[in-house]
């Protein structure tokens, strides 16, 4: 075993670490604040679940693309759907974050991880396309179950990541459920 390697790989664990601690505007079922970790746990979680309904997509990869997606996130945190028009250079900040986040892996391990990070980015492949979409389809159904603050938009959520859940009927026919539950937020809040 290369030590040198191992204590690259090990040095990029204790930083990516900080996810943990990633807030994001969601919030869980007892009101805290839901962090990027567990939005990607749960997104990995999705995957899995719906696998049997996902036709010929290479469940390995997929689960690989949704586990790196938010990886950048742990150096300066995650933009909140409805600012990130105000943060255009968004995708560019989170490439260059998750470079320093990799910068203590050997150059394999660094490159399959940016390479997974692109392919994600630019919905360049079948799986990437699916984890787009169920990277919506999680952060929308947080939000219709979470104890969110009571300014919260829901209406927004009613547009938010239709380029992308609109693709595929697993993901129309989560979409159309997970909408019907954020109207009757919209509704009860009045």
């Not at 970790?37 to 690989?64: I, N, P």
């Not at 997606?69 to 260059?96: M, N, T, Y």
Request: aromatic letters at 6%; a negative charge; hydrophobic letters at 40%.
């Amino acid at each position: 075993m290369n030590s040198e390697l191992l204590r690259g790989r090990l040095d990029f664990l204790r930083e990516a670490e900080r996810l943990k601690d990633v807030l994001r505007s969601a919030h869980t079922s007892s009101g805290r604040q839901e962090s990027t970790a567990e939005h990607s746990w749960r997104l990995c979680l999705m995957a899995l679940l719906f696998e049997d309904q996902l036709g010929e997509l290479d469940l390995l990869q997929v689960l690989k693309l949704c586990i790196v997606h938010d990886l950048g996130e742990a150096i300066h945190g995650d933009i909140p759907a409805v600012q990130q028009a105000a943060h255009p250079d968004k995708s560019q900040q989170e490439r260059q974050d998750l470079e320093h986040l990799a910068r203590t892996l050997d150059a394999p391990a660094r490159q399959r991880l940016l390479a997974l990070w692109d392919q994600y980015e630019s919905a360049g492949s079948a799986e990437a396309q699916a984890v787009k979409a169920l990277d919506k389809l999680e952060t929308l159904l947080q939000h219709t179950q979470g104890q969110n603050p009571a300014d919260f938009d829901y209406r927004f959520n009613l547009g938010y990541g239709r380029r992308y859940t609109g693709a595929h009927p697993l993901f129309q026919a989560l979409r159309e459920q997970i909408d019907a539950d954020t109207q009757r937020r919209i509704d009860a809040a009045g």
